[in-house]
């Protein structure tokens, strides 16, 4: 069927109930344009609205239901409807989600809400490009937490803590529950003291490990609660031992310019003074092998009795013996027998 005028087709009706017009199809104030089928599917409603509103509405509405969803077209903004319900508004360049007043390009408002970026065959996410600068804002009093396959990964507290692999704020800028790792320099820069605290479930298996293109260069650790172990190289081997008294052993020779003790009388009490240590000139000098290397010295053993304030037991048992104490005896015994023998020697010759 053809409809038209001046002798041209303006509507054609095909059999199929098809509608084609040849130009545009202007609505009366209030008119509506509706196209369903029955009474119980779904239709279309395209409607002008109040004269002078400047408003235009498309409907799609169903019979079944009795519910509208549409976009209304307003001369200041676009809104979409879904139920009866509006879901979405465009106005001035700002998209609102649940919002018909949005003051950001994109505002998202309800009790549960979240922006799903999903993709089946390419990586999903998000792109913020800024030359001036792009801010992630949590703009309430709760934290910005990070979220993977639904596991907390980290979070930004209210009170701008960092934490990684724990929800429970310390108070630290940085908590981190793990393992990390860095491949440039770590800068510590305050106005007060810098200190470095390892706090492990197991003090055995504490350490900080120093590393150099990948390969253990030294390490500080623990052979037990009370004793501080510093190792050199891939080996763990001590190298030097340090216990809570202060005591340090080295497990080889140590080399140095000169070794002062504190020798100050005003550290000192005096107990006696001249004193002589009986029975050390009968302790003599040995030479034995240490570390497979031939040494002349002293057994500490010999000093029990004689000199026990030379002597220093380890944890582990082992002696250790002042030679300090030792040659001050020695030489003190061998100075007070020099001047015995000078006083014969002067009877002698009188």
Same mark, same amino acid.
């Given at each position: 069927m053809y409809i038209g005028t001046g002798g041209s087709a303006r509507l054609t009706i095909a059999s199929t109930g098809a509608?084609? @017009?040849?130009?545009?199809?202007?609505i009366a104030q209030s008119g509506t344009?509706?196209?369903?089928?029955? !009474?119980?599917?779904?239709?279309?409603? &395209?409607? %002008?609205? $109040?004269?002078?509103?400047?408003?235009?509405?498309?409907?799609?509405?169903?019979?079944?239901?009795s519910t509208y969803g549409g976009t209304v077209i307003d001369? $200041? %903004?676009v809104a979409f409807y879904n139920s009866g319900s509006e879901k979405v508004r465009i106005t001035g360049g700002n998209v609102g989600i649940g919002t018909t007043s949005p003051s950001d390009k994109l505002v998202v408002e309800g009790s549960d809400n979240y922006i799903t970026s999903?993709?089946?065959?390419?990586?999903?996410? @998000?792109?913020m490009i800024n030359t001036l600068g792009t801010s992630l804002m949590?703009?309430?009093? %709760?934290?910005?937490?990070?979220?993977?396959?639904? !596991?907390?990964?980290m979070r930004i507290t209210s009170g701008g803590n960092v934490l990684i692999g724990t929800t429970s704020d310390s108070g630290y800028k940085l908590d981190v529950n793990g393992t990390g790792r860095f $491949?440039?320099?770590?800068?510590? *820069?305050?106005?007060?003291?810098?200190?470095?605290? &390892?706090?492990? =479930?197991?003090? =055995?298996? +504490?350490?900080? *490990?120093?590393?150099?293109?990948?390969?253990e260069r030294g390490r500080i650790s623990f052979s037990n609660s009370s004793t501080m172990v510093f190792s050199i190289g891939s080996s763990v081997s001590p190298y030097l031992?340090?216990?809570?008294?202060?005591?340090? !052993? @080295? +497990?080889?020779?140590?080399?140095? !310019?000169?070794?002062?003790?504190?020798?100050?009388?005003t550290q000192k009490t005096l107990i006696s003074d001249n004193v002589l240590i009986k029975g050390i000139e009968n302790i003599t000098a040995k030479t034995y092998l240490k570390n497979n290397k031939e040494e002349i010295g002293y057994f500490a053993q010999d000093f029990k009795g004689v000199l026990d304030s030379s002597i220093n037991v380890g944890e582990n048992g082992v002696l250790s013996l002042s030679y300090t104490q030792v040659h001050t005896?020695? *030489?003190? $015994?061998?100075?007070?027998?020099?001047?015995?023998?000078?006083?014969? &020697?002067?009877?002698y010759e009188a």
């Open positions: 509608a084609t @017009f040849s130009s545009s199809v202007d344009i509706r196209g369903y089928s029955g !009474t119980t599917g779904a239709g279309m409603f &395209l409607a %002008y609205g $109040s004269a002078g509103a400047g408003i235009g509405s498309i409907y799609s509405y169903n019979y079944s239901t001369g $200041s %903004y999903k993709s089946t065959t390419n990586v999903a996410g @998000f792109k949590a703009q309430v009093n %709760y934290s910005l937490v990070f979220d993977h396959l639904g !596991t907390e990964r $491949s440039g320099n770590v800068d510590l *820069i305050t106005s007060s003291n810098v200190v470095f605290t &390892l706090d492990a =479930l197991s003090t =055995l298996t +504490s350490a900080f *490990i120093f590393k150099g293109s990948g390969t031992s340090v216990v809570s008294t202060g005591a340090a !052993t @080295f +497990s080889s020779s140590v080399s140095a !310019t000169g070794f002062f003790e504190t020798s100050d009388r005896a020695k *030489i003190a $015994s061998l100075e007070s027998r020099v001047k015995e023998l000078e006083n014969k &020697l002067m009877k």
